[in-house]
């Protein structure tokens, strides 16, 4: 197929065939860092902004990483050292970016529909690195790329999503691909993050660990937003780490083979512990690994439908 879109925002918007050829692209992309020379020159000649107004470890450098694995010119900008400062808008800010003639805009943004709103403004192509609770489109297509590289597909499969789905766009957009790709997707934990409405869209809820661990091939773990506790909605981490963490005798109810996910920072002790973490099912730092394929295609693909 053809990829027309200049922009990615989330992976509400495509139909699985757009999401199949994304991931087959990013298995072409993931040869590249398996070779002696880590380059091509796809990008050359094409720039690229990464704008992170929100703070960013892994998202951030795996963008950064991907790009210049593709050879383009990178420019970097935060917003505490941008004119949002002074008091201009997001939209005065994006546009003066696009005056400089880039190609493409990477953004994170606390705001759920930051991208979307910048993106019906600007010519140049925008990447959605995660906007508030609403859409991370490429941690999911790392997610779920990973699930397909080890389990050789996805349709078919029981996915559970475990934690603080509430607040999560991580579990927003995972739940969207998998479900387009027909897997069987559990959203689960405390019945004050995972509230039954999500059952409307074609998933199952539940509030019990071991209903949703036991038949499941996959459990990708959210991280306990530590900020979020203030609110009360569960009586402490420790209580949570004993309901709902991944441990030891966790791992007995699943089964043998199935894959432990984390999109990262990780709570250690929390939601999951170190046995596990770093346990023969675990493939966190494979997730990881696979982002910068996932994002060298994304990247790859929609500049190539701005050029158009």
Known sequence: MEWTRKDLLSLYDLSPEEITFLLDTAEEFKKVSERKVKKVPALRGKTVVNFFVEPSTRTRVSFEL????????IVN??????????GETLLDTVRNIEALQVDLVVMRHSTPGAQDFIAQHLK?????AGDGAHSHPTQALLDIFTIREKMGRIKGLNVTILGDILHSRVARSNMWGLLKLGA????????????????AVGVKVCHNLKD????ADVVNLL??????QAAGFFPST???????????????LMKPDALIMHPGPINRDVEITSEVADGPNS???????????????????VAGCVQK
């Not at 140049?124 to 959605?128: L, S, T």
């Not at 069987?184 to 059952?199: C, D, I, K, Q, Y």
């Not at 949703?212 to 038949?215: G, L, M, S």
């Not at 991280?223 to 979020?228: S, T, Y």
């Open 66 to 73: 991907a790009e210049q694995r593709l050879s383009a010119d």
């Open 77 to 86: 900008m935060q917003a505490q050292v941008s004119s949002l400062k002074k």
């Open 124 to 128: 140049c192509g925008v990447v959605n």
């Open 184 to 199: 069987n997707v559990t959203l689960a934990g405390p019945s004050t993050l995972v509230p039954r409405e999500f059952e």
């Open 212 to 215: 949703a661990v036991r038949d």
């Open 223 to 228: 991280r306990i937003q530590h900020e979020r």
């Open 238 to 252: 420790s209580e949570y780490a004993r309901f709902f963490g991944i441990n030891r005798e966790t791992m007995k």
């Open 283 to 301: 493939v966190i730092l494979e997730q990881v690994t696979n982002g910068l394929a996932v994002r060298m295609a994304v990247l790859f693909l």
